[in-house]
């Protein structure tokens, strides 16, 4: 099957049917993924500055990086749950939407980022002050993300 | 037509507020980004609050924590509380009648409410239990509200678009 056979089938599930004719369900989805989005802007935000130098200079990077991970993945899940619901409304449409393909482009590079360099960077910054190498990480994850933002928003407008 | 309702009606009709409301992009700008200063004051206090729990960040003193968020949090307000108004001014006509929209107007002067309490009674001895783990119940109470009134923000500020 290809990938837009996927989304169509997507589309046309009960799922899809449920998003396209409650205005309900989909504006319940809809504050689940906001909700979830603050939780994962606040815990990449606060790991950022930590790396960039900015805020809790003398504490544990890698304590902040585990504890927040928790935080971030935990919405992320919320986030890929409801994003699902919130495609099947209008999948075949979203198929072909360079907004929505950017923000999918951009959600896989931030995720595989999260997981590589940013973690590495963590880890060696411990309790150390910020060098260029965590700087430069810090201002590639935010950018990142929130690009995954912009092109999400994006995708109501364009 | 009430007094305020008529204010508001002035502020939809006027010259500036018809410029957002017809304005091909305007409104759609302001709206993005009074969610990105949303996210910016609800993800930072939550990490606070998170901490208040015990869930996150344990050996940092909870003070120490509230130092690193409270600008970005005051920040993340004030830019949401301008790009708010802008949209209100917008549509101020509709907004007057809106359930949803005085409902986040009352969350929000309970999430204003609650650290003016928090501040003036548990925050006094913060001292003595900044770098517990878990924090005394009454300031886990406080992050709890705090939580959900937020979360309930969220909720009542997206549902504004489905009245």
């Known amino acids: 099957m290809s990938l837009h056979s996927w989304f169509i089938a997507l589309g046309n599930s009960s799922l899809g049917h449920a998003m396209q004719t409650s205005k309900w369900d989909f504006a319940l989805v809809e504050m689940l993924h906001l909700l979830a989005l603050a939780l994962l802007g606040g815990s990449v935000l606060v790991v950022d500055l930590r790396l960039l130098g900015v805020i809790l200079k003398g504490e544990s990077a890698r304590l902040i990086g585990r504890d927040l991970s928790r935080m971030l993945i935990g919405s992320l899940i919320v986030m890929i749950v409801t994003g699902i619901a919130l495609l099947s409304e209008e999948a075949g449409k979203c198929y072909f939407s360079p907004a929505f393909r950017w923000k999918m482009a951009l959600l896989a590079a931030a995720v595989l980022f999260y997981f590589t360099v940013h973690r590495v960077a963590l880890l060696r910054s411990d309790n150390g002050g910020p060098t260029l190498w965590s700087r430069t990480t810090a201002l590639i994850s935010l950018s990142l993300w929130l690009g995954v933002g912009v092109a999400g928003r994006a995708i109501g407008l364009l | ?163």
């Open chain 2, 1 to 163: 037509m009430p007094l305020l309702q008529h204010l508001c009606q002035l502020l939809n009709d006027s010259s500036f507020g018809t410029m957002i409301r017809e304005s091909d992009y305007a409104y759609s700008v302001i709206e993005s980004v009074h969610v990105l200063a949303i996210t910016l004051v609800v993800g930072t206090i939550a990490v606070l609050d998170l901490r208040m729990l015990g869930l996150v960040l344990r050996p940092i003193a909870v003070t120490r924590v509230a130092r690193a968020v409270f600008p970005l949090t005051w920040s993340g307000f004030a830019i949401s509380f301008i790009s708010g108004f802008l949209l209100f001014w917008a549509e101020s006509a509709k907004m007057y009648t809106n359930p949803s929209f005085r409902m986040k107007l009352i969350l929000l002067a309970l999430v204003g409410l609650n650290p003016l309490i928090f501040h003036t009674t548990i925050y006094r001895r913060v001292h003595e239990w900044e770098s517990q783990h878990v924090t005394p119940w009454r300031a886990r109470t406080a992050a709890i509200a705090s939580l959900t009134l937020w979360g309930g923000i969220v909720i009542a500020g997206r549902a504004i678009a489905y009245f």
